[in-house]
């Protein structure tokens, strides 16, 4: 597989990470071409996040690093309307944005992450970790506590990154999280700022503000 080449984009206001799966309702007219062109690419596209502006009528402000996705259910309506849900596979950076027409395009180049070598504790102290912070949000009323468990059938890559995608956080954490390469690093990343979360949620509940901002 060629580590540079040329993917339709879908720049979304969401950070995405490896191996999770994410719904997608597309109905504006350049991204429904983008849905119909995909038999005639590799079937793939990029997702970054808009770091400003609205993911309708472009004009928006993207992150260059990103995931490279693909479909693995796609439905579409008679009115053009596609419901989708595709998969990551691994982080992308944009090298140059090409033709915005029909719909965005960009020259990127696969940057897959390196493998987790840690020992297993850094991982079980950070699901533990997530796990709290939701509980302690979902008291505050901000966000369901997590009522399961990472599958164990998972890879420990495979489980650092549904981490990630559990975590209660900000969209610029997530993305920095995103953009951390190296596996250890990033799950220490997350660990922290959810322990911080964590702290701020305690914090309101002795209070007896219910409010997380």
């Known amino acids: 597989m060629e580590d540079v080449v040329i993917l339709p984009m879908f720049p979304l206001s969401a950070v995405v990470f490896p191996g999770t799966l994410l719904p997608l309702h597309v109905f504006e ?8 062109n995909l038999d005639s690419t590799s079937g793939r596209f990029g997702i970054v996040l808009i770091t400003r502006g609205s993911e309708v009528g472009g004009g928006d ?48 180049k696969r940057t897959p992450s ?4 840690a020992d297993e504790g850094l991982l079980k102290q950070t699901m533990a970790v997530v796990r709290r912070t939701r509980a302690l949000l979902s008291e505050v009323g901000d966000t369901p506590a997590l009522c399961h468990d990472i599958d164990e059938s998972w890879s420990q890559d495979e489980a650092a990154w549904q981490l990630c995608s ?14 951390t390469s190296d596996p250890t690093e990033r799950l220490r990343l997350l660990r922290d700022s959810c322990e911080a979360i964590s702290q701020m949620a305690i914090a309101l509940l ?8």
Do not use: K, N
Not at 207 to 213: H, K, L, M
């Open 166 to 179: 559990l975590a209660p956080l900000s969209l610029y954490d997530a993305q920095r999280l995103l953009e």
């Open 29 to 36: 007219p350049r991204y429904r071409q983008l849905v119909e």
């Open 61 to 108: 402000q993207r992150s260059i690093v990103g995931v490279e996705v693909e479909v693995e259910y796609l439905s579409t309506s008679a009115d053009g309307r596609s419901m989708m849900v595709v998969r990551a596979l691994e982080r992308l950076e944009v090298l140059s944005w090409l033709d915005e027409a029909p719909y965005p395009t960009a020259l990127v």
């Open 114 to 117: 390196e493998p987790y070598c």
């Open 206 to 213: 002795e209070s007896g503000d219910a409010t997380f901002e």
